[in-house]
């Protein structure tokens, strides 16, 4: 029997309530732009150095996600809620040391895994919780709060350091963090959701056929646009003539755009199923990138980056629930920690490639035609799956 079937509205919401406060918090992790500065003139690094402490913490979520399977079988989702809340306030003693090294020990390694084990473990408990026919919105939810996490922290943080200064403004924004974690984790307890551990064995079978080659590169080629969108967006638009105000604020809406556009996916994949939706998605998104191709306007620009966004928060949400649908419930967190090496991978390429592209020719439009390359080639991916995705 079905787990969630045991569990009545008022255990599964709090469930949810706990899930979508720790990926919320996890989600700060990404707000790394409102630190990097601060970092450079507390270690004397430079930009370089100093991006590399968040392009580390992104392979550490991504490792999190893929070898998180295993946490979730073998220790109970009380232990691993609380070590996600303190696992960054032990990492304060090393980044309070004001040097590199302590930084990447402290928020690459520490804060890293614990965003990544808070998003997969989130995703594992809601999706063994959450019944078929509602579980693309459920996890709609969980990537949309990963995302809101880090809108809203761009701009507390700023303001906990113009009142306090970074070190202690830092702390203070990390320790409110972990508390949050830990009323996430008293709502689990008081939820009494018990999450079965065994995999039926009849599943496991019938889960090991699909390939996930076409799943893992059609997921790596449809994020890799958004990725590069977003990590370019600040110059992108002071070329077409936009103040630096204004890229950030556009950068604030690309996020947000990506967050609501996840929610709105989740609940399209409950009603249409995943792969019509997908391709729509992607179709669109080869759109918005040729619009960026010809336009000269930086308001048209910026309504284009912020489709292109929200067409990434779309493929992140949409994911988790195509690969449940696909191996189980049982399977999923596993399977869906190799797929999700896509994204890590992509993480990591794609706004390094646009860079070395513009430095080579001055300008975006050799990564632009690259975008709109592979957003093709994963449209036709999709298409082409032998397998049905119901």
Wanted: with cysteine; hydrophobic share 55%.
């Amino acid at each position: 029997m079905s787990s969630h079937v045991l569990i009545n509205k008022r255990e599964r919401l709090l469930a949810l309530i706990a899930c979508l406060l720790i990926t919320f918090c996890m989600g700060t992790v990404h707000a790394f732009s409102t630190l990097i500065q601060n970092i450079e003139i507390q270690t004397g690094f430079g930009r370089m150095a100093s991006s590399l402490v968040y392009s580390i913490a992104l392979v550490n979520v991504t490792l999190a996600v893929f070898f998180g399977h295993i946490l979730y079988r073998k220790l109970s989702p009380n232990l691993l809620i609380l070590l996600i809340a303190i696992l960054p306030i032990f990492g304060l003693f090393f980044s309070s040391s004001q040097s590199w090294l302590g930084w990447i020990v402290g928020y690459s390694f520490l804060f890293g895994l614990s965003s990544g084990l808070g998003y997969g473990l989130s995703l594992f408990i809601v999706s063994s919780i959450t019944e078929r026919d509602k579980l693309g919105y459920a996890l709609g939810l969980i990537t949309a709060s990963y995302a809101f996490g880090a809108v809203a922290f761009s701009i507390v943080y700023p303001f906990l350091f113009s009142y306090f200064g970074f070190i202690n403004g830092y702390i203070i924004g990390l320790v409110s963090l972990s508390s949050i974690v830990m009323i996430g984790l008293a709502c689990y307890k008081f939820s009494n959701v018990s999450i079965n551990n065994e995999l039926d064995t009849h599943i496991h079978i019938q889960s090991r056929s699909p390939n996930i080659i076409p799943l893992w590169f059609s997921y790596f080629l449809g994020v890799f646009a958004g990725l590069m969108a977003i990590g370019h967006a600040v110059p992108l638009i002071i070329s077409f003539g936009g103040s630096e105000l204004t890229a950030i604020s556009s950068i604030t809406l690309m996020t947000l755009g990506s967050a609501f556009a996840g929610i709105y996916a989740g609940w399209l994949v409950d009603r249409y199923g995943c792969k019509r939706p997908l391709l729509i998605i992607l179709l669109i998104n080869c759109l918005a990138l040729m619009g960026l191709a010809i336009i000269s306007n930086v308001h048209l620009l910026i309504f284009l980056l912020v489709t292109i966004a929200s067409i990434y928060g779309s493929v992140i949400a949409i994911y988790p629930t195509l690969v449940n649908h696909l191996v189980g419930k049982d399977l999923s967190a596993k399977i869906y920690g190799r797929v999700f090496t896509a994204w890590g991978a992509a993480g990591l390429i794609s706004p390094s490639l646009a860079g070395w592209l513009f430095e080579k020719n001055n300008s975006y439009d050799n990564s632009i035609i690259l975008a709109i390359s592979v957003s093709v080639i994963a449209v036709l991916i999709i298409w082409k799956m032998k397998y049905t995705i119901k």
